[in-house]
């Protein structure tokens, strides 16, 4: 909850006491109250963006939430937290620019949850837009994120299991591979995954136990799997007979997958690999493992207890 004004607003035709938000437009017409914060600002603005609340404003019957100086109050049941970064993307342009800036991820959380409620598109599919391009379901969405790393919005530990609880809430599910992959490979031991990771902040993010199971399930699958498949265990295909290339082989085989455990499955090739190799091995190498990467990114969904991509698509939510 935030409050940010000074005494509780309370007056006979308004029954709710609230304290007012730092959005307090005094020529504003409609005061907003939610968990007890009052926002006042402009009907004409709210409605001309969102449909749900310009029905809300039509409606005939009086406000149920009384009046202060004759501005109606209306309740909303929603975060107050939420609200405020909702209004402030409308009411300010330079509040929310994933373009330019890495955003927070609560902000872009309030808008997608408060923009599918009230149906805002712009906010909804800005905020939308941060996520897909961090969590990609495609694998040359995955590529371009993996090479701006964090472009759009702010990172911090935990973030990844924040935006899959988020995800679950909104219903967009094909971001949910991207996201168990990468809680799976930084997030390693059942302690991390039970009992959740600390934020920066101290405070603890935290799956909920169904997907606690689903991610470490689909870490222990899929580590068995990328280790038996990783380019190196293609060596047969590459025509190569030479020991000191097998070795070589061998050897960064190894230290990829080193601690035991060590989730490696969808990096690109590595020029750290040439060095040692034969030439057919050089040749093949590379492509050897985009097929590997390719089939690993086409199973990912499998992984976690998914439908396939074209599935999760369909099913995201869109406005
Ligand atoms: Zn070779």
């Excluded at 709710?16 to 600002?41: M, N």
């Excluded at 019957?61 to 209306?74: A, K, L, M």
């Excluded at 975060?79 to 970064?85: E, G, M, T």
């Excluded at 280790?227 to 050897?251: E, I, M, T, Y």
Aim: with cysteine; glycine share 6%.
């Amino acid at each position: 909850m935030i409050a940010e004004g000074t005494a509780p607003i309370v007056s006979s035709s308004n029954p709710i006491p609230f304290r007012r938000s730092d959005i307090w437009y005094e020529d504003g017409s409609v005061i907003l109250v939610a968990e007890a914060t009052g926002f006042k600002v402009y009907k004409g603005v709210l409605a001309a963006n969102s449909e749900v609340f310009r029905d809300m404003f039509d409606l005939s019957v009086p406000s149920t939430g009384g009046s202060v100086d004759g501005c109606p109050i209306v309740l909303l049941s929603d975060d107050a937290l939420d609200v405020k970064h909702l209004l402030n993307a409308l009411l300010d342009r330079e509040f929310f620019r994933p373009m330019e800036n890495p955003q927070p991820f609560a902000v872009a959380a309030s808008l997608l949850r408060l923009g599918k409620k009230y149906a805002i598109r712009r906010v909804y599919d800005e905020a939308l837009s941060c996520l897909t391009h961090e969590f990609p379901s495609t694998l040359e969405g995955w590529e371009r994120a993996e090479s701006t790393d964090y472009s759009r919005l702010q990172y911090y530990v935990g973030l990844e299991i924040d935006v899959i609880n988020v995800v679950r809430e909104i219903n967009l599910p094909s971001l949910l591979p991207i996201l168990f992959y990468l809680c799976a490979a930084s997030y390693d031991s059942p302690t991390q995954i039970f009992r959740g990771v600390e934020r920066g902040d101290g405070s603890v993010a935290i799956l909920s136990r169904a997907d606690q199971e689903i991610l470490l399930t689909g870490r222990h699958l899929m580590v068995i799997e990328a280790h038996d498949l990783f380019w190196v265990q293609l060596s047969s295909l590459f025509n190569c007979n030479s020991a000191p290339c097998g070795q070589r082989k061998a050897l960064v085989h190894r230290e990829c997958f080193r601690p035991p455990g060590t989730l490696r499955a969808l990096c690109g090739w590595s020029e750290d690999w040439y060095p040692g190799l034969c030439d057919p091995c050089r040749l093949n190498g590379p492509h050897a493992h985009s097929v590997y990467r390719k089939y690993l990114w086409e199973s990912l969904p499998s992984f976690f207890e998914l439908p396939e991509w074209d599935t999760l698509r369909a099913q995201d939510h869109t406005l």
